[in-house]
């Protein structure tokens, strides 16, 4: 439901020069990030814990969010406030992606009757550009500017496995790979062999490893170079007899909106 973690990431890789560094504005990002989906409300030990900063500066970050109106404070738990979404939706908004493909994932979404999404890599996770949804299967809403582990999800494996082998695997490793569900792949080896397969097949499925009930399926859009710079996907309650069944589902449509895509993105 929170989607403010982004925020941070957009702001702090415009900052390249270790001498351009406003430290304030570092921690107060750091702060910032510091919140998610899983972490909505946070106490001034809690952020210093995430962070590594000292108690007194955690403190007046967050309070320095509170007086701005970027964060609700009930005297012991601090939790962000819709006004933090200001900061990175501009960002993502300005990104020509989003704005391209949407019309193609509503046509998507109403021709197989599921939810579509298109992310991005980022590090170590998904970042998603844009939705179309129909029916609600996940637990956590979705939408623009969410985020999920890359090395668990569909959009994320198709995404990895567009990378060199060497960096694809740097990136694993450094994940947390704490397992989600009982079907997550945790070693890095297995999530290594599972991309080699992605890589051969050109596209991915996930059986339940995000959340239980819940299956997807993925395949990378090109553009007009032959480049991938983002992943489609589709997610559905797992009512089918068997994971391999989303491929007779629904690997055409996403293939054909795949194709469509890469005559027009640049």
């Not at 430290?23 to 001034?44: H, M, N, W, Y």
């Amino acid at each position: 439901m929170l989607t403010f973690v982004q925020i941070a990431h957009f702001i702090v890789r415009m900052v390249n020069k270790t001498t351009d560094v406003i430290a304030s504005l570092a921690k107060g990002l750091q702060v910032i990030e510091c919140f998610g989906a899983e972490t909505p409300r946070l106490t001034i030990t809690d952020v210093a814990r995430r962070t590594g900063l000292d108690r007194a500066t955690a403190r007046r970050c967050l309070l320095t969010l509170h007086h701005q109106g970027y964060a609700d404070y009930d005297g012991k738990f601090f939790t962000p406030t819709p006004n933090i979404l200001r900061l990175g939706m501009g960002a993502l908004a300005a990104l020509p992606l989003p704005q391209i493909v949407q019309p193609w994932l509503d046509h998507l979404s109403e021709q197989i009757g599921a939810s579509t999404s298109v992310s991005i890599l980022d590090e170590t996770e998904i970042v998603y550009l844009a939705r179309a949804a129909q029916k609600r299967v996940m637990s956590i809403g979705l939408m623009p500017g969410s985020r999920l582990p890359a090395h668990c999800t569909s959009m994320g494996r198709v995404l990895l496995a567009a990378l060199p082998e060497d960096a694809a695997r740097a990136l694993i490793e450094r994940s947390d790979l704490s397992p989600r569900t009982p079907r997550s792949l945790t070693a890095p080896g297995d999530i290594m062999e599972e991309l080699d397969r992605v890589r051969i097949q050109g596209f991915a499925i996930i059986d339940q490893e995000v959340e239980l009930g819940l299956r997807s399926i993925a395949v990378p859009l090109f553009n007009a170079q032959g480049a991938v710079v983002a992943a489609l996907n589709t997610g559905v309650s797992a009512v089918q007899e068997d994971a391999a069944d989303l491929k007779a589902l629904y690997l055409n449509a996403l293939r054909q909106t795949q194709a469509g895509l890469q005559r027009v993105l640049f």
